[in-house]
């Protein structure tokens, strides 16, 4: 099945700073969702984006389809921004495909 | 407002006392999964649904049964909860794009926090 791999594992932060977060899959998809897991272990939704860039205020996210990869970015980062975000994939099965995740911490 | 709704969100249960997870989404989404989320293990699938009457097994399905009678619900059904399914459970649901098997946004319910003892 498709294999989805997430780096950095962990990311530790000064608030203010930005950050890059990469997901690889090995595999075409028809979906790739980001999600940010809350400390109270919400998924919330980010950004449905199989191909192309979306920006929503600080985060925006692009995803290159033909190279494998999506990548998530962080501006001007907040300690609310702390959590686990995780991409995941489906490739035209039944099965939603979770990365193992990226645990961001933002120090104040 | 578009959403899934899990109930309950915490649930402390002893070994062998059936319970039901109960999921609703609200936005005639023909698709509707269950996903377990272990440490270390990630999220795993369940069960999921394509459709009304019609579910099948996710990559870890022993233990739980489901049921598709309407297409706004998928309850997660455990006959005989054991502490190995303590975990954080997720239901999810999207629009599937017939004729190619693709999905549309998936959407996530709040989790439901199980402890069995």
């Known amino acids: 099945g498709i294999q989805v791999e997430q780096s950095p594992p962990d990311l530790i932060l000064q608030e203010g700073a930005n950050s890059t977060l990469r997901c690889n899959f090995s595999?075409?998809?028809?979906?790739l969702q980001w999600f940010h897991q809350n400390p109270w272990g919400q998924l919330i939704n980010l950004f449905y984006?199989?191909?192309g860039t979306k920006q929503n205020g600080r985060l925006s996210a692009t995803t290159v389809a033909t190279e494998r990869y999506s990548l998530l970015y962080i501006s001007s980062s907040q300690t609310t921004d702390s959590g686990v975000y995780f991409c995941?994939?489906?490739?035209?099965?039944?099965?939603?495909?979770f990365g193992p995740g990226t645990r961001l911490s933002v120090l104040p | 407002e578009a959403q899934v709704t899990q109930n309950p969100r915490y649930l402390i249960t002893v070994t062998g006392k059936k319970l039901t997870v109960t999921c609703s989404q609200n936005?005639?989404?023909?698709?509707m999964s269950w996903y377990r989320q272990d440490p270390g293990l990630g999220l795993r699938q369940i069960y999921y649904?394509?459709?009304?009457?019609?579910?099948d097994k996710g990559d870890v399905p022993e233990g739980y049964k489901v049921s598709r009678k309407e297409k706004r619900n998928f309850p997660l059904i455990l006959e005989s909860p054991s502490p190995n399914q303590t975990s954080l459970y997720f239901c999810?649901?999207?629009?599937?794009?017939?004729?190619?098997?693709?999905?549309?946004?998936?959407?996530f319910g709040q989790g439901t926090r199980l402890t069995v003892v």
């Open positions: 595999d075409s998809v028809n979906n």
């Open positions: 995941a994939v489906d490739n035209y099965g039944q099965n939603f495909v």
């Open positions: 649904s394509m459709n009304v009457e019609v579910t």
């Open positions: 999810a649901s999207s629009f599937r794009i017939s004729g190619t098997m693709g999905d549309t946004e998936a959407f």
């Open positions: 936005m005639n989404h023909e698709y």
């Open positions: 984006i199989p191909s």
